[in-house]
C-alpha cells in the first residue's frame, strides 16, 4: 500500500447548476436553501475584457479557482496551480472540427486560441501575473482524480500551497454524443501541506481499484455528478461541506483509485 498523502483544506470554490458559488453549495446540502437559478460564472479575476471573449471553460475554471483562492487568503500569484479537465472545451472543439471539414480559410484564430487545454491556465496566471508553476492535466473521465493526485504530490513534495481547478461543459455535436459531459460544473481547491488554522484534513492514498459512481441518495447531487467528469468531486464536495470525517474513493485512472479520508479538526 502506498503511503498517503496528507493535505489541508485552505479554500474551496465551486460553481454548479443550481449552486452558483460555494457558500450556495454548503447551504443546499445542509438543507437550509434549495437549488436556484444560476447566472454566468463570475469570473471577476478576470479583466472585462478577457471576461467578454473567453468561452465558458474558462469561465467555469477561473470562477472556481478564484473563489478558492479568496477563502484561503494566499496570493494567487505564488501559487502553481493544476487545471484538470477530461476534455477540454468541446464546444469550440467540434466548431473546429466542423470549420476544418467545410471551410478551414474561416478558421477563427480566436476560436483556436481558446481551444487548446492549458486555455484555462493560461488565462488564470496572465490575469493573475502568477509566475509559479502551472500544468494542465486531461484524465477523461478520471480527470478529477488524477488533478486531486497531482496537485496534492505537488503540495507535499514542494512543501507548498498548491491550487486545483477541475471543469467541464457540455459536448457539442458529434463529440458530445461519444463524451458523457451533459452539463457544466467546476471546482477548485487551494491544498496545502500545513495546516495553518485550516479545519479539514485530507488523507489520500493511491490504490489498485475502479472506482465507479455511487449514488448519494440525494437527486440534485446524483444529477450533477452524473452529468459531468470534473463533477465526480461531488461525494468529497458533499463531505466538506457538511465537514465530517468520512471516507471515501475517487478514480484517478483506469485501475488506480484515491482512498480519500475527510478528516476534521477539533
Known sequence: MSAALSVWVGGIGLWAPGAGDWHAFREIVSGAATPGETARPAADVLPPNERRRAPESVLLAAAAAGQAVRMSGREADTLPCVFASAHGD????????????????ELSPTKFHNSVHNAPAGYWTIATHCHASSSAVSGGEYAFGAGLLEAATLAVADDRDVLLASYDIAGSGPLGEMTTTTGPFAVALVLSPRADGAAVRLDITPEPGNSGSEPLGD?????IAASNPSAR??????????????????????GLDLHIDVGVAG
Request: aromatic residues 4%; charged residues 10%; hydrophobic residues 55%.
Open 219 to 223: 437527486a440534485w447531487l446524483d444529477g
Open 90 to 105: 468541446q464546444v469550440i472543439t467540434d466548431y473546429m472540427c466542423q470549420t476544418l471539414a467545410t471551410a478551414p480559410a
Open 233 to 254: 468531486a461531488i461525494p468529497l464536495m458533499r463531505a466538506l461541506a457538511l465537514t465530517r470525517p468520512t471516507a471515501l474513493r475517487v478514480a484517478a485512472a483506469q
